[in-house]
Nanobody, 116 residues
Framework: QVQLVESGGGLVQAGGSLRLSCVASRRTVNTAVMGWFRQAPGKEREFVARINFDSGNTAYLDSVEGRFTISGDNAKNTVYLQMNSLKPEDTAVYYC?????????WGQGTQVTVSS
């Protein structure tokens, strides 16, 4: 089992910034990739960003490219999501994710609310 604990959500005005953090209880061979998803009210959960700790490669949802930056600290088993130029449409519960298939793990989520 891998436990993920997110932090850093909150209420911010449009144009503001927030930094999310996610700490994993341990890393395994299946957890080289860590990422963030989000779910807005009435919508399906969607991919936001991911990072491969082995290669350093990153990927982003088109609508956050250039505004959000994902990074990781291998020594701390932690992944970060720096969110700048936030928009009201970024309002959602943000979830940390790692693992693959049946060994996929999710955090409890952290609320991000962007006011206009």
């Amino acid at each position: 089992q891998v436990q993920l604990v997110e932090s850093g959500g909150g209420l911010v005005q449009a144009g503001g910034s927030l930094r999310l953090s996610c700490v994993a209880s341990r890393r395994t061979v299946n957890t080289a990739v860590m990422g963030w998803f989000r779910q807005a009210p009435g919508k399906e959960r969607e991919f936001v960003a991911r990072i491969n700790f082995d290669s350093g490669n990153t990927a982003y949802l088109d609508s956050v490219e250039g505004r959000f930056t994902i990074s990781g600290d291998n020594a701390k088993n932690t992944v970060y999501l720096q969110m700048n130029s936030l928009k009201p449409e970024d309002t959602a519960v943000y979830y940390c994710n790692t693992g693959q298939g049946p060994l996929s793990y999710w955090g409890q989520g952290t609320q991000v609310t962007v006011s206009s």
